[in-house]
C-alpha cells in the first residue's frame, strides 16, 4: 500500500518566517504533486515535478523532489499572511492512482 | 475553470438508507477519482477510474461502491450510509501526460458535504 507521510500536520509562524514542509513515502512516485486548498474549495495545483532531484521555483515556494523519488519538501521563504492555507502532497504511479498526504495546515500571523 | 461538477452539494441522510453522489466532467479526462476529506486525514482516496467500466479501489473503499458508464459519469453509492461515513466528498479528474508517465493536474469539484444521521 502507497502512502505519504505530510509533516509537520499543523504550523503556526509570524509573517517573515522560513518554513519547509516534508512530504515522505517508503514508495516511488512518478511524479509528486503540491496543491493548497482553501476552506469550502477543492484544492489547486501549485507545482508538479517529475524528474528526482528536481528543483522548481515558484515565487517564494521552492518545491524539490528527492533523488529517489520517494519524498520531496516544500519550502517558503518569507511567509505572508496570503499563504495560510492546507498544504497537500500526491503522488501518482504508472497506474493514474493518485493518492494524498494528511496534509498541513499553515497558519501565518500578521 | 475545468468542467466538473458535483451533485447534490449537501445532503442530509439517515443511518442505513443508500445514498449517490455523482461527479460530471465535461473535459473528456481519462482518469476519475472520488476522496473522502476529514479533519486530519487530508484527501483519502475512496475508488478511481481510468476509463469506462474501468474502476480499481483506494485506500477506504469499504462501504463504498462506484460505477462509470460513460465517460463524463462517475458514481459514488454508499449502499447502506452509516455516521462514520459523515465527510466531505470531493471528486476529481485528471489526464495521463508525459513520456515517463504520470498525472496531469488534478480538477476537483466543488465538494459534497453529507452527513449521516
Known amino acids: 500500500t502507497q502512502l505519504l507521510e505530510q509533516s509537520p500536520q499543523f504550523l503556526s509562524i509570524q509573517e517573515g518566517e522560513n518554513l519547509t514542509v516534508y512530504c515522505n513515502s517508503s514508495?516511488?512516485?512518478?511524479?509528486l504533486q503540491w496543491y493548497r486548498q482553501e476552506p469550502g474549495e477543492g484544492p489547486v495545483l501549485l507545482v508538479t515535478v517529475v524528474t528526482g532531484g528536481e528543483v522548481k521555483k515558484l515565487k517564494r515556494l521552492t518545491f524539490q523532489f528527492g533523488d529517489a523519488r520517494k519524498d520531496s519538501s516544500l519550502h517558503i521563504t518569507a511567509a505572508q499572511p496570503g499563504d495560510t492555507g492546507l498544504y497537500l502532497c500526491a503522488g501518482s504511479g504508472n497506474t493514474g492512482k493518485l493518492i494524498f498526504g494528511q496534509g498541513t495546515t499553515l497558519q501565518v500571523k500578521p | 475553470d475545468a468542467g466538473i461538477t458535483q451533485s447534490p452539494r449537501h445532503k442530509v441522510t439517515e443511518t442505513g438508507t443508500p445514498v449517490t453522489l455523482r461527479c460530471h466532467q465535461t473535459e473528456n479526462h481519462r482518469y476519475m477519482y472520488w476522496y473522502r476529506q476529514d479533519p486530519g486525514h487530508g484527501l483519502r482516496l475512496i475508488h478511481y477510474s481510468y476509463g469506462v467500466k474501468d474502476t480499481d479501489k483506494g485506500e477506504v473503499s469499504d462501504g463504498y461502491s462506484v460505477s462509470r458508464s460513460k465517460t463524463e459519469d462517475f458514481l459514488l453509492t454508499l449502499e447502506s450510509a452509516t455516521s462514520s461515513q459523515t465527510s466531505v466528498y470531493f471528486c476529481?479528474?485528471?489526464?495521463?501526460?508525459?513520456?515517463?508517465?504520470?498525472?496531469?493536474?488534478?480538477?476537483f469539484g466543488q465538494g459534497t458535504r453529507l452527513t449521516v444521521v
Open positions: 514508495s516511488v512516485f512518478s511524479s
Open positions: 476529481a479528474i485528471s489526464e495521463w501526460g508525459g513520456q515517463g508517465g504520470w498525472n496531469t493536474e488534478a480538477f
